[in-house]
């Protein structure tokens, strides 16, 4: 009998249906995941697109890309906030950086109402996307918040996956160093 429990547990732990999703990994693509093109023009043109409808990461106007995922209700996310606001600020202070890497939130399990509660409380200056329904949340491998994916966008608008990093990363500075060594820009 402990022997067919045994074998029972094996087969669920390592069946691949069963098996938990996995993080994106360095060197792969980013999922080919849509989010709503913003109604705000200032966040329009910080990343590069125009329109009605929704928008793919790669179409994003940078070679780099910075994407964050969180929850309003996560409290790492919370506290880690000011010194992801102080990363986006950074690299906007740094004229050669500016255009090459844009950052952007998506909250997973999160409405429209809960990034914008997100966005105001912790005056998040870059552009954030909800994931009300988890599907991102899924095709990223059900990521714990936060998280971090860094992609470099190709010119022919493939995807690599330069960082992917659970957890708050720190101070800003060291942060920005990490993601220009691994991208290729420093």
């Given at each position: 009998m402990v022997i067919l429990g045994v074998l029972?547990?094996?087969?669920?732990?390592?069946?691949?249906?069963?098996?938990?999703?996995k993080p994106p990994a360095i060197g792969g693509t980013?999922?080919?995941?849509?989010?709503?093109?913003?109604?705000?023009?200032?966040?329009?043109?910080?990343?590069?697109?125009?329109?009605e409808g929704y928008f793919k990461v790669s179409q994003i106007n940078?070679?780099?890309?910075?994407?964050?995922i969180f929850?309003?209700?996560?409290?790492?996310?919370?506290?880690?906030?000011p010194e992801v606001n102080a990363l986006y600020q950074m690299i906007e202070q740094i004229p050669d950086?500016?255009?090459?890497i844009k950052m952007i939130g998506i909250g997973a399990g999160n409405s429209f109402l809960e990034v914008n509660t997100f966005k105001e409380k912790y005056k998040v200056p870059f552009p954030l996307f909800p994931d009300q329904d988890f599907k991102i949340h899924k095709d990223l491998g059900e990521v714990r918040t936060p998280y971090?994916?860094?992609i470099k966008i190709k010119k022919d608008r493939t995807t690599e996956i330069v960082l992917s990093q659970e957890g708050p990363?720190?101070?800003a500075e060291t942060f920005l160093q990490k993601i220009l060594t691994d991208s290729g820009r420093k």
């Open positions: 029972t547990v094996s087969i669920w732990l390592f069946h691949p249906m069963m098996a938990a999703n980013l999922p080919q995941i849509r989010l709503p093109i913003p109604k705000d023009p200032g966040e329009k043109s910080y990343l590069g697109i125009s329109g940078a070679s780099t890309v910075i994407i964050e929850s309003l209700y996560c409290p790492q996310c919370q506290a880690s906030a950086l500016k255009d090459r971090f994916i860094v990363f720190g101070e």
